[in-house]
Every structure is written in structure tokens, then in C-alpha cells.
């Protein structure tokens, strides 16, 4: 099975509005950590925001919320008031262990989002 | 405070060759996890490198090596190159003893072509 899954493959939204980027994950393990990253066409995978799994609160980084329901394991990453730099492919990511665990990051297949003027 | 670098940024090679592949930590982090990332698809984890050691592997044949040096300066080397080889080759820094999120930070990645 999938241990990240991303469901859409491309997404639109118009400037200045909000958006919602799906992601499910598949896990067994109690403690592990959820990432979001952006990759513009440089190549380069900038992080965006994480949320633990005994976090309680959904976190957040600016424009950028992590709406995290537990028992559906799901992390859905909003993006409110959307920039035309937004434009990039975005990643959902899943560490297994706890925070600070050596783990290595299982990444979905992204969702390449374009922001429409 | 310089971040995660790698050289080279392209290279082509053809069917059979070797190649090497270079990663600078960033400032501060001993870490070093390789990815590979195929067009159109999310990353996947080759090896990570903590004291000179490969720490963990994911599914990968052995024709993919590493190396870390004192410096904490990383190598991935690929024998035997196949065109499914071609892809963007991600590394990533980090510090074990951080905690929480933002622990790994990514190179722009050297993207390899295989003809």
C-alpha cells in the first residue's frame, strides 16, 4: 500500500483566493511527523510546514495551514490568499519515529499547483 | 550561512558509465540522506550517511555507493548507469539532535541524463 498519497495530480486556483491540497497517509507506527515541501522548477525542495503526530493543534507557517485529521490520516496543506509564486509542485511527506528520528522521508507523487492571475 | 550545495547541477552520461555526485552540508548539520527523484515523481531515499557510515538504505542495488567524508561532505556514485538512472538526484542535511520540523534541508540536486 501507499504510505503518502496524493490524489491530485494538478490543481488551479485564481490569485488571492484559497486552496486545499490533499494528502492521506498510511502508517503504523504512534509517533511520526508529517512535512509539506515545495518544489518550484529549480529543483530545489523547500520546506513549508510539519505537524507531529501527538501535536494537537493543526500548525501553522503564515499562509500556510496544516489541517490534520488523525483518524481519517489525512494532512491536507491550505494555502490561503494565493500568490503567483505559489505556482510550484508541492509534496507531502511522512517521517516514521519520532521528532528528531534518523528516518528518511516517504514522499507522495505531488500535486503541481498554478496559480491564475 | 551557506546551505546545502551540489555539483555537479547537470551532467549526461551514456549506458554503462559511472558517475559521482557531490553534496556540502549545510553549516552545523553531520547527516547526509541521498534521494532520487524520476520525472514527474516524488523522491525516494537511497542512503543516509552519519559518521562516515551508511546508516540506512532504501531499495536500491548495489550499484548505487556513497561515502561521507570528515567533513561531513557526501558522495553517491552510480556503476553501471541505466537509462532509468536519469532522474534528479536530491541531497538532503540534517542534525540529528534537532527536533521537530524543517530538520531536512535539500539541495537544488544534480539532474543526471543517461543516453
Known amino acids: 500500500a501507499q504510505k503518502i498519497t496524493q490524489t491530485q495530480p494538478g490543481m488551479f486556483v485564481q490569485e488571492k483566493e484559497a486552496v486545499t491540497l490533499d494528502c492521506t497517509y498510511d502508517?503504523?507506527?504512534?509517533?511520526?511527523?508529517l512535512f509539506w515541501y515545495k518544489q518550484p522548477s529549480s529543483g530545489e525542495m523547500i520546506f513549508l510546514i510539519y505537524?507531529?503526530?501527538?501535536?494537537?493543534q493543526n500548525a501553522t507557517e503564515g499562509r500556510y495551514s496544516l489541517n490534520f485529521q488523525k483518524a481519517r490520516k489525512s494532512a491536507n496543506l491550505v494555502i490561503s490568499a494565493s500568490q503567483l509564486g505559489d505556482s510550484a509542485m508541492y509534496f507531502c511527506a511522512m517521517r516514521e519515529g519520532g521528532p528528531g528520528s534518523a528516518r528518511q522521508l516517504t514522499f507522495g507523487s505531488g500535486t503541481q499547483l498554478t496559480v491564475l492571475p | 550561512d551557506a546551505g546545502v550545495t551540489q555539483s555537479p547541477t547537470h551532467l549526461i552520461k551514456t549506458r554503462g558509465q559511472q558517475v559521482t555526485l557531490r553534496c556540502s552540508p549545510k553549516?552545523?548539520?553531520?547527516?547526509v540522506s541521498w534521494y532520487q527523484q524520476a520525472l514527474g515523481q516524488g523522491p525516494q531515499f537511497i542512503f543516509q550517511y552519519y559518521e562516515e557510515e551508511e546508516r540506512q538504505r532504501g531499495n536500491f542495488p548495489d550499484r548505487f555507493s556513497g561515502h561521507q567524508f570528515p567533513n561531513y561532505s557526501s558522495e553517491l556514485n552510480v556503476n553501471a548507469l541505466l537509462l532509468g538512472d536519469s532522474a534528479l538526484y536530491l541531497c538532503a542535511s540534517s542534525f540529528p539532535g534537532q527536533v521537530g520540523a524543517g530538520e531536512l534541508f535539500f539541495g537544488e540536486g544534480s539532474r543526471l541524463t543517461v543516453l
Open positions: 553549516s552545523g548539520h553531520d547527516t
Open positions: 502508517t503504523s507506527d504512534q509517533s511520526y511527523g
Open positions: 505537524q507531529g503526530s501527538y501535536d494537537e
